[in-house]
């Protein structure tokens, strides 16, 4: 199975800050990677998909990027609406596999 | 407008098979190119991927719990529906149902959840 690391497990920020995320496969994924928020009592919802595309609807200010092992997401300005959780998860082979999470919250 | 729903039951013993519906609308699972996936989160914890079922009745499971899961559709009824035997406490988790096109990797339509506990 591919292990997803993902870091950090918990962020704290403020307002306008800018957040990143990483999410390290254990193998190439080859940009099938994938981002989810999970607010809290609620279904994860697709951000980006395939690496670095946003998906219909999503605010601009969320983005991904990388290749082979290794990926990042990022708030360009955190807002307080992006509270959550956040997953990354490889679907370069099967099982499908999901980083252990990033706990966002505002300072 | 796609909609997805699980049901089953809230509250299960140790030992017994636990079933588990996915209620579908606004897509055909006949349709080439759609899957249904199975995932489930226990309490306070990460995703885990269960299974995956295709238009063309393929199937997909995780490894480490092959031997107890059963997935399989309805198309007439529009459902899905994922069967585990043997469930454990361990098992307590929300169970989601979820879209995806296979041309594409995301899951883009998930069901809200349903909470299964397994107790004596």
């Known amino acids: 199975d591919i292990q997803m690391t993902q870091s950090p497990s918990s962020l704290s920020a403020s307002v306008g800050d800018r957040v990143t995320i990483t999410c390290q496969a254990s193998?190439?994924?080859?940009?099938?990677l994938n981002w989810y928020q999970q607010k809290p009592g609620k279904a994860p919802q697709v951000l980006i998909y395939?690496?670095?595309n946003l998906e219909t609807g999503v605010p601009s200010r969320f983005s991904g990027s990388g290749s082979g092992t290794d990926y990042s997401f990022t708030i360009s300005s955190l807002q307080p609406e992006d509270i959550g959780t956040y997953y990354c998860q490889q679907y370069e082979d099967l099982p499908i596999t999901f980083g252990q999470g990033t706990r966002l919250e505002i300072k | 407008q796609v909609t997805l729903r699980e049901s089953g039951p809230a509250l299960v013993k140790p030992t017994q098979t636990l079933i588990l519906t996915c209620d579908f609308s606004?897509?055909?699972?006949?349709?080439?190119?759609?899957?249904i996936n199975w995932i489930r989160q226990p309490p306070g914890k990460a995703l885990e991927w269960l299974a995956r079922?295709?238009?063309?009745?393929?199937?997909y499971y995780t490894s480490s719990l092959k031997t107890r899961l059963t997935i399989s559709k309805d198309t007439s009824q529009n459902q899905v529906v994922l069967t585990m035997t043997n469930v454990d406490p361990v098992d307590t988790a929300t169970y989601f149902c979820a879209r995806q096109l296979t041309t594409v990797t995301k899951f883009d339509y998930w069901g809200p959840g349903t909470l299964v506990t397994v107790s004596s």
């Open positions: 193998q190439d994924v080859n940009t099938y």
């Open positions: 606004g897509f055909s699972l006949t349709t080439s190119g759609i899957c």
């Open positions: 079922i295709d238009w063309d009745d393929d199937k």
């Open positions: 395939e690496a670095a």
